[in-house]
């Protein structure tokens, strides 16, 4: 794919690599491997941990707009960036 904005076309390609599901759902590229891991998204196939990942882009348009998976997914981050900067307490983002 060029250098055009996932963003900008008028139909998503079936699948998406990492870059542009961080561009469609608002993270960070280096935010998606750690969705991976704690099983809040799921690449297509079964990938070998260095393998490029794909994901299908059906599944990443819902996502996109599912309030609850969105706040449950920033709130993995948060605690993810957290505690790699040392910081072990909770992140409270006004959930229980």
Sequence with gaps: ??????????????RLNIEQ???L?????HDIPVLV????LHPLGKPVPNAQKW???AEIETLSQDKAW???ATLIISRHWAE???NHEPV???TK
């Design 1 to 14: 794919m060029n250098e055009k904005s996932t963003l900008a076309l008028l139909r998503l390609p079936a």
């Design 21 to 23: 599901v961080a561009e």
């Design 25 to 29: 759902l608002g993270f960070a590229v």
């Design 37 to 40: 891991r704690h099983g809040a």
């Design 55 to 57: 994901f299908a882009s």
């Design 70 to 72: 969105l706040s449950k």
């Design 84 to 86: 790699k900067n040392g």
């Design 92 to 94: 409270n983002h006004g």
